[in-house]
């Protein structure tokens, strides 16, 4: 990299010697360090020398064209969020189906209530794993059904219920 950028570096100047035009180089803050001045003016020097050339400091770049993976905190951002992976259980129940379950699993003498949806809340749920399944080699292992003790038992030890 550092071959590659001063190389570069030596090219441009030559060229914009043989005709006659300004050269701006071009850097990340990163090159800063960790500073003892914040926020950074053109003055502070960091872990850099610039006194030879004039040096434009880039933060937060972001923009069309940009290398997707380019590690920088924008361009990671929008490629992460574009690339969700779904992790979740695609079987499908209804909310009377799970009240049922619940209620046999805890053998309680409990009424189900109807009630109305939460606004803006989603009818239907079913993850699309396919992603998951190719790319990580992911998908649920434990069945509804025998995870649903599973979990009772540890809600029970959490909340200190000692019988039903």
């Not at 502070?44 to 069309?64: C, D, H, K, L, Q």
């Not at 490629?79 to 049922?100: C, D, H, K, S, Y």
Request: hydrophobic share 35%; charged share 25%; with cysteine.
């Amino acid at each position: 990299t550092i071959k590659t950028n001063a190389t570069g570096t030596l090219n441009m100047l030559g060229l914009a010697k043989r005709v006659g035009a300004k050269n701006l180089l071009t850097s990340t803050s990163e090159v800063y360090g960790d500073p003892l001045v914040h926020p950074q003016t053109e003055s502070y020097w960091g872990n850099v020398n610039p006194i030879e050339i004039r040096i434009a400091r880039i933060f937060n770049t972001y923009g069309p064209r940009m290398n997707i993976d380019d590690g920088r905190v924008v361009s990671n951002f929008i490629a992460q969020a574009l690339r969700p992976i779904n992790i979740g259980n695609p079987g499908e129940f209804t909310m009377v189906e799970l009240a049922e379950t619940v209620k046999d699993l805890i053998k309680l003498d409990v009424e189900i209530k109807m009630v109305e949806n939460t606004p803006d809340d989603p009818r239907q749920r079913k993850p699309d794993i396919s992603k998951a399944k190719e790319v990580l080699g992911w998908e649920p292992k434990v069945k509804f059904r025998e995870g649903l003790p599973l979990m009772e038992e540890d809600f029970c030890l959490r909340l200190g219920v000692l019988e039903k």
